[in-house]
């Protein structure tokens, strides 16, 4: 089922145009909040919040701090959407989000343009091995 | 959650704004100087330590720094601190930029595959290490192998030692890439390799407590390569641990640390490879039994 008026939650993987939930909707209020849990718990300095604070600031969002899926969803209500747009995240502690936020209402996960599409799972462990398979794949995307 | 599939995008469209009514708690787009947004995140975040990074965010910060990355250079020279690297990985790890759009970028520029090589390699990297992350979940946290040091797991320190933390440790190396972590939050791979190793080997700290400290202050701060990396200096995600010596750190940061410095006389990281090995590790076979790539380089170099 479409979602008829989703609102996007950008979070710190995906902070440009080619945040794929973005491109999809970029008619749809976007939110990105910063996570106060992890700023505290890993002692996150100035700096890094002001880089993610002026990556924001180049793309149409909301800025918030707090809990980020109470933040996601109190943003959701505050605009009558009918679900929650974001891209696919690959930090755990980011998949976690996304799960409680589906429990509560619809969430739609885009994955952007991958680097190196592979036809099967890598055998992953050591780089050398995942190389073998990806390098002649990254190149054929190559006109030289 | 439903996963869909998209159709790929060659041509980024600039993202039209989309502003939301303005809401109590809402934190400010408008400020007038990055004065003004230290001040607030001073204001707002008041536990986060230290000043705003020289190193700007943003999509507009980014591709003046794609527009300058020479691949061929970059190949000859990126092991040197003054060499051409691409001061890319900010944006990469926050999606400023996408690995794709870097991998197009550099396809542009190049006439011959030899001369993007090294950097698609790097980019590489960085698909590999997220690809673990996913594998692994949390798990990058925990050791993913057993050390090959000859060293137990808990012989290693939980904390990082003060003076590392403070950048008082009388080695100007040392002192000078903490100093650069902490006021700007980058530093050059060959330094974070040689701090990495300083700590876990020198000093013999467990890997964790000096991939935290990084996470504090890296602008690239990226659990999966930042830990899975100081595993591969410990030799808990490689078959050896990664060493150097100063003779290698002084070639690779042209001699700027050492002519300064007042250890230089007692440097702790003097010595050939083999003296080092056996002061550090306390393994029978020579760690140092696989070949190296080449003589006087660092051991292992990825």
Redesign the interface.
């Known amino acids: 089922m479409d979602l008829t008026n989703p609102v996007v939650w950008v979070h710190?993987?995906?902070?440009?145009?080619?945040?794929?939930a973005?491109?999809?909707h970029?008619?749809?209020?976007?939110?990105f909040v910063?996570d106060?849990a992890w700023?505290?718990a890993?002692?996150?300095?100035?700096?890094?919040?002001?880089?993610?604070?002026?990556?924001a600031?180049?793309?149409?969002l909301?800025?918030?701090?707090?809990d980020v899926v109470q933040e996601v969803l109190a943003?959701a209500k505050?605009?009558g959407a009918d679900g929650v747009v974001t891209?696919?995240p690959?930090?755990?502690r980011l998949n976690r989000y996304?799960?409680r936020i589906?429990r509560e209402l619809?969430?739609?996960?885009?994955?952007?343009?991958?680097?190196?599409e592979l036809p099967r799972p890598?055998r992953?462990g050591r780089?050398s091995r995942?190389?073998r398979e990806?390098?002649p794949l990254?190149?054929e995307?190559?006109?030289? | 959650m439903p996963r869909q599939d998209r159709r790929s995008v060659d041509q980024l469209a600039p993202v039209p704004a989309a502003p939301s009514p303005p809401d109590p708690g809402d934190l400010p787009r408008q400020l007038p100087s990055r004065e003004a947004l230290n001040s607030l995140l001073q204001q707002e975040f008041p536990g986060a330590p230290g000043e705003l990074s020289p190193i700007r965010g943003g999509r507009k910060a980014a591709e003046m720094r794609l527009s300058k990355v020479d691949p061929a250079r970059y190949a000859r020279s990126r092991n040197h601190l003054d060499g051409l690297v691409t001061g890319l990985s900010p944006y990469i790890r926050h999606g400023v930029l996408s690995l794709a759009e870097v991998r197009d970028a550099v396809f542009r520029r190049i006439r011959h595959r030899d001369e993007g090589g090294k950097l698609i390699n790097e980019l590489g990297w960085r698909d590999f290490w997220q690809r673990m992350w996913l594998e692994l979940g949390d798990a990058i946290a925990e050791d993913q192998e057993e050390y090959k040091t000859g060293h137990p797991a808990s012989s290693y320190s939980n904390a990082l030692p003060q003076d590392v933390r403070d950048g008082c440790t009388g080695l100007a190396c040392m002192d000078g890439f903490r100093e650069q972590l902490v006021t700007t939050g980058w530093l050059h791979n060959h330094a974070r390799m040689w701090l990495a190793a300083y700590v876990v080997h020198w000093r013999r700290v467990h890997w964790r407590a000096g991939a935290d400290w990084f996470l504090e202050h890296l602008l690239d701060g990226d659990p999966a390569s930042n830990h899975l990396s100081w595993q591969w200096v410990a030799s808990c995600f490689s078959h050896k641990p990664y060493f150097f010596n100063r003779d290698n750190l002084e070639r690779y940061s042209n001699g700027r640390y050492c002519r300064s410095c007042s250890c230089a006389d007692r440097c702790p990281l003097e010595g050939s490879y083999d003296a080092l090995e056996s002061q550090l590790f306390a393994v029978s076979q020579p760690v140092r039994a696989v070949p190296a790539r080449s003589k006087g380089k660092s051991k292992r170099k990825r």
């Open positions: 710190e993987e995906a902070l440009g145009p080619a945040n794929p973005l491109q999809d970029p008619k749809a209020p976007a939110l910063f106060q700023i505290e890993q002692n996150i300095s100035r700096k890094r919040l002001g880089f993610l604070y002026e990556c600031l180049e793309l149409p909301t800025l918030r701090k707090g943003f505050r605009h891209s696919g690959v930090d755990p996304a799960t589906n619809p969430l739609w996960i885009l994955d952007g343009d991958p680097f190196v890598p992953l780089f995942y190389w990806a390098e990254v190149w995307g190559f006109r030289g």
